[in-house]
């Protein structure tokens, strides 16, 4: 009898054993990760350096990609998609730097699949749909009154300021306790900021498989908020393989520098009660030195949620001048008609800047998650590629090795918020068309002299001055103001004034210019007529 029981035992165990392996089959996906390794989609010179590093990592799928360059400098460029782990990633980025004098290079993704479908969607074009869905601005520049008074007003040495603070982290590699503490005293920094601005909201974003969260501060729109504008740069260092917990990756310029010149912007338009038409995100960005992990979930998660972002500018790297040119606007994988706008920008507001254009191939920094999901996404940038900051993923990247000085950042902040407040400026809600009353004239010095009243709707009222000597603004809902009795005053000591009022409901606004020297003017007033 026991060894019936032997005999149908051992019958029955090949069985068993087939059903328990079926199920470990069923519930673990055949496209996941293996332990410690995920997927890298990689442009071909990135590749050709990974085979270096780690020649046992193959290609399992290429494919000849766009770059939506359309400056002639690239015409297409082969993407490979790659089973690496960590390891591999970060000796990939320091051949990279040292060889290339570059960064990234390649994209982080869980599984192969959805590696597969990100090669299949940089070989498709977007379509006329999905491109008719997304607002594209005008890139008229048209808001000086709004732009300057902000951009005169930002420094240099607060930049620096942030940029000591953010690199006295030891580290801020997104695995580690000094990436978690950067990212909870960034949303803390922003959030003092905003004290007092209830349409300023600071959060994180949670990532999966890393404690490292991105930072999200929003400026809600006053009439067209669900057209948002983003503004970003990565909040984590490194210094390549091997970065642990004491590892020292102070990362001034790659990319607390980054970081900083949006914190002068985000402080500069709350200094100046800037409040925008659309809506205005600046994002401090998790784990972008690993494949641009934390832009890459945010710009999906806005693409599956629908979020209309008319328009993405990255910050990576604002502090070193390394080449002849002040700014280099990126042209492969960012959109070219919003490139145009922003050397426009430049020209327009920064008009003794010079401007260099180049190229950083796939994946090179968050801009291209953006880009990834339709969206349209500039990248301005330091240097030339090949003259990049030798100090950037070393010890070495301290503020002191840039000269202990932000002159360079300070140029691509007044950049970011020429570009954030030119878009964000304009926009006007669906079904509502603004309208723009222009007065010229001329006062006597203490003469005044009263506009309106303006039948304005919902939204916002602008009213504007430019002129010789000196003109004070002053503006206020329902009855004429005084220079002691107003809604919004602008009082410099120029003619160039400006004012925004907010529109709860529909009312009258009246305008009043007093002539604190004899002065000429040109008013405008731009509201929403009821």
Known sequence: MENQVHQIQRRAMPALLAVLISGLLATTPATAAAPGKGWITVGDTAYTHLQKVAPQAIARQSQVVRTNDQA????????????????????????????????????YHETEAEGKRALAKLASPPSAASLAALARPSYTIDNQALVTPVLSQMQASNIGTTITELSSFTNRFYTTTGGSDASNWLKQKWAGMATGRPDITVTQFTHSGYNQKSVIATITGTDNPSEVIVLGGHLDSTVGSGTGETSRAPGADDDASGIASM??????????????????????????????????????????????????????????????NDIYIYTDYTDSAQNTFVANLITTYQPTLTIGYDKCGYGCSDHASWTAQGYYASMPFETAMSQSNRYIHTVNDTFA????????????????????????????????????????????????KTFGPFKAAIGTVV???????????????????????????????????????????????????????????????????Q
């Not at 390891?87 to 990939?92: H, S």
């Not at 925008?276 to 710009?299: C, D, N």
């Not at 950042?409 to 950049?415: N, Y």
Request: aromatic letters at 6%.
């Open 401 to 448: 090795n840039a000269g202990g000085q932000a002159n360079h950042s300070l140029k691509f902040a007044r950049l970011a918020a020429s570009f954030a407040i030119e878009l964000g400026s304009d926009g006007a809600a669906p079904g509502g068309t603004d309208k723009t009353e222009t007065f010229t004239g001329s006062l006597t010095s203490g003469q005044k």
């Open 72 to 107: 002639g400098l690239v015409a297409a460029e082969r993407v490979h998609l790659v089973q690496v782990n960590e390891e591999e990633m970060l000796k990939l980025n320091e051949s990279i730097h040292h060889e290339l004098k570059r960064c990234g290079g390649y994209m």
């Open 263 to 324: 914190t002068e912007v985000l402080r500069a338009m709350i200094a100046n009660g800037y409040k925008p038409r659309r809506t205005i995100k600046m994002i401090g960005y998790a784990a972008e030195e690993v494949g641009l992990r934390g832009s890459q979930a945010i710009a999906q998660n806005f693409k599956a949620n629908n979020v209309n972002v008319v328009g993405v500018m990255q910050l990576d790297m604002t502090n070193y001048k390394g080449s002849a």
């Open 463 to 529: 009213s504007s001055t430019t002129g010789t000597g000196d003109t004070d603004l002053y503006v206020r809902k329902t009855s004429v103001p005084t220079t002691t009795s107003y809604t919004c005053k602008s009082d410099g000591s120029t003619s160039t004034e400006n004012c925004t009022v907010n529109m709860t409901a529909n009312g009258d606004v009246y305008v009043l210019l007093n002539g604190y020297t004899a002065s000429s003017y040109t008013l405008k007033v731009t509201y929403k007529p």
